[in-house]
């Protein structure tokens, strides 16, 4: 069966813009999270949706949001971006918590 | 605050040799844990998974040891091969459920 889908791949967006990432999870999956990888910082956690609910969040501004369709697949949107927003964006999925996730290919985000 | 952290950041093997990649974890109540693997370019891939009512658990070359009472995981790969080489993270489940990542560990095999 297919797996995590991530779109687009590459961004590169100019600094105070807004950017919305998409994540299609696996076919039966209701649990969508959304992760930050940086050489600094490695993987953070961003948030994480079940049936359309936010039921976590991790410590990142405001500015990070996030939303769960009916059919499980997840946006994500950072507004006014800043340089350091610049990241691999990485979208998992599992049928509920405490089980496999599987990881998409991420979205390579560039801020100029 | 909640951690994962790995004892090493490299590791360099000889093809056929094993390899063991060692992890420490904070949380006493972390109850699932996961290993990944991930290779330049691409999102992690889930390689294996162990629960804490579990000290062992093996799957395809690859081996997850957890002990609970020095809050320790390792990931044990049998014959690595080139194609294993990539960086390795453990994570733990945290509250709700998020996956809590330790820094990796990236491991090189020599042919």
């Known amino acids: 069966k297919a797996g995590v889908t991530q779109t687009p791949r590459y961004l590169i967006k100019t600094r105070g813009q807004q950017v919305t990432l998409s994540c299609s999870p696996i076919?039966?999956?209701?649990?969508v999270s959304w992760y930050q990888q940086t050489p600094g910082q490695g993987l953070q956690f961003l948030f994480e949706?079940?049936?359309?609910?936010?039921?976590n969040k991790g410590n990142f501004p405001g500015r990070f949001s996030g939303r769960q369709f009916s059919n499980s697949r997840s946006e994500m949107n950072v507004s006014t971006l800043e340089l350091g927003d610049s990241a691999l964006y990485l979208c998992?999925?599992?049928?509920?918590?405490?089980?496999?996730?599987?990881f998409g290919q991420g979205t390579r985000l560039t801020v100029v | 605050g909640e951690s994962v952290g790995l004892h090493l950041p490299t590791l360099s093997v000889q093809e056929g040799d094993n390899s063991i990649i060692n992890c420490a974890y904070s949380?006493?109540?972390?109850?699932?844990f996961i290993w990944y693997k991930q290779e330049s370019g691409k999102g992690p891939q889930f390689i294996i998974d162990?629960?804490?009512?579990?000290d062992k658990r093996q799957g395809q070359r690859v081996t997850v040891l957890l002990n609970k009472t020095v809050k320790h995981l390792s990931l044990q790969i049998a014959a690595t091969q080139p194609g294993d080489s990539a960086v390795y993270f453990c994570?733990?489940?945290?509250?709700?459920?998020?996956?809590?990542f330790g820094q990796g560990t990236e491991l090189s095999v020599k042919p």
């Open positions: 998992a999925s599992s049928i509920q918590e405490f089980t496999e996730a599987f």
């Open positions: 076919s039966g999956h209701r649990s």
């Open positions: 949706y079940f049936s359309e609910t936010q039921r």
């Open positions: 949380n006493s109540a972390s109850d699932y």
């Open positions: 162990i629960r804490s009512n579990m």
């Open positions: 994570a733990e489940t945290g509250q709700g459920g998020k996956l809590i």
